[in-house]
């Protein structure tokens, strides 16, 4: 430290080298700080946009077994799933290039999960007993298909119910 000597008074005071050094060891540290930052913020947006797809993939398969488990009947269209409830309700599913939409009489949902194909089916089981409508939706995850299966029992009245359409 440099003190400037008056007759009456000593005033201490950094010179101008001192306060030099000490401007460009904050700059350095500024600029560590900041390349960390950039570093942690760019690994962060990339954990949640893995986080938001696994995310995504679970509300989807919980959300739908739900509805299909707790639902009286499953209707396939073309690129719609809907279910009637016992109480009358209405859940639909709309599926397009870049996200599935579900929607309930209380909210709406968005999965950013692209669907390829979705293929509906029946199928008895082993014992032969019962039969069920099967959708089978093929999605694209991480560069990946992966084929999702769901089951809808068909009960002997919808069946019967069928057949006196036809």
Known sequence: MFKIRNSSQSIPAFSIIEAVVGMAITAIIMGVLFVIFSIITGRMLDFKSQNQLVNDLNRLTY?????????????????????????????????????????????????????????VDTVKSKSEQFMFQKVKLNIETNKKEIDLRFYKRIYPNELLEKLKKQ
């Open 63 to 119: 959300s739908l077994n739900k509805d299909i488990f707790e639902k009286e009947k499953m209707i396939v269209l073309e690129n719609e799933i809907y279910f009637n409830g016992y109480t009358g309700e209405r859940v639909s599913y709309q599926f397009s290039d870049d996200y599935i939409l579900r929607n309930s009489e209380t909210f709406i949902d968005t999965f950013r999960i692209k669907l390829n194909r979705m293929i």
